[in-house]
């Protein structure tokens, strides 16, 4: 069964940095895409950024440039570096690995990111 757990969120005053680590256990990741999702209150879910197996990334508009997403395959572990935190970063966020065949998700439990002076 997957297993996806993650840790570094917390509060931050802006302009900070935070690192989220997602590890992931109970298969071989090799054919999964990783990433971070997040969701603030009173909106959907979206993409922060993914990383493919062979280290293909993708970043939303809102985080390019701030933000770097990297994977360990050899770890099964993907972390989010998150620099120059604003305010409308704040939101749970949430790892999430999804096959690329078959497009199955499976999802961390989330962890809080809150921006704030």
């Known amino acids: 069964q997957v297993q996806l757990v993650e840790s570094g969120g917390g509060l931050v005053q802006p302009g900070g940095s935070l690192r989220l680590s997602c590890a992931a256990s109970?298969?071989?990741?090799?054919?999964?895409?990783m990433g971070w999702y997040r969701q603030a209150p009173g909106k959907q879910r979206e993409l922060v950024a993914s990383?493919?197996?062979?280290?293909?990334?993708n970043y939303a508009d809102s985080v390019k440039g701030r933000f770097t997403i990297s994977r360990d395959n050899t770890k099964n572990t993907v972390w989010l570096q998150m620099n120059s935190l604003k305010p409308d970063d704040t939101a749970v966020y949430y790892c999430?690995?999804?096959?690329?065949?078959?497009?199955?998700?499976?999802w961390g439990q989330g962890t809080q990111v809150t921006v704030s002076s």
């Open positions: 999430n690995v999804r096959h690329v065949l078959t497009r199955t998700p499976y």
């Open positions: 109970g298969r071989s990741f090799s054919m999964f895409t």
């Open positions: 990383i493919t197996s062979g280290g293909n990334t």
